[in-house]
């Protein structure tokens, strides 16, 4: 069926190597609404450190949230090496909800519309196992 929906960001920098921001969205088909409100930032903690660190809030016939962290360290020019933390339970009432995710990683920028990311994690979902599984993946992306 046809969805419809309304997004909102605001963000707001401190000082030269901080921005705090908010998001809003809200969508809806005929049978399912979801209202999502969250709030980030990105925290510069010397000029080749940055966290970015993001909470999202869900409300719909459950309630849940996600958070994702991630500490990225720029080598040089273009090569980031990564440490990411991902958490969710999307229905605070059912612990089989929970997934969470750790990660080691490098990206690179080597021009212009290329970006190759490659990434090991430790994944656990607990509504298929209460055990970590890991997962290795490269990405190769373009865009226009």
Do not use: C
């Amino acid at each position: 069926g046809r969805s419809r929906g309304v997004a909102f960001q605001s963000s707001l920098f401190i000082a030269e190597a901080h921005k705090l921001g908010i998001s809003y969205f809200y969508g809806s088909n005929a049978s399912f609404s979801r209202h999502l409100a969250g709030v980030f930032g990105i925290f510069g903690i010397t000029p080749n450190l940055a966290l970015l660190s993001e909470w999202d809030f869900q409300n719909n016939n459950t309630r849940g949230f996600v958070n994702y962290h991630k500490l990225d360290y720029e080598l040089t020019q273009g090569l980031h090496a990564f440490l990411s933390q991902e958490f969710s339970q999307l229905n605070l009432l059912a612990p089989s909800s929970r997934s969470q995710t750790y990660s080691v990683g490098m990206q690179f920028f080597p021009r212009p519309h290329f970006e190759l990311i490659a990434q090991w994690q430790k994944q656990q979902t607990a509504a298929l196992s209460a055990e970590f599984i890991d997962i290795a993946w490269l990405m190769i992306h373009f865009y226009p």
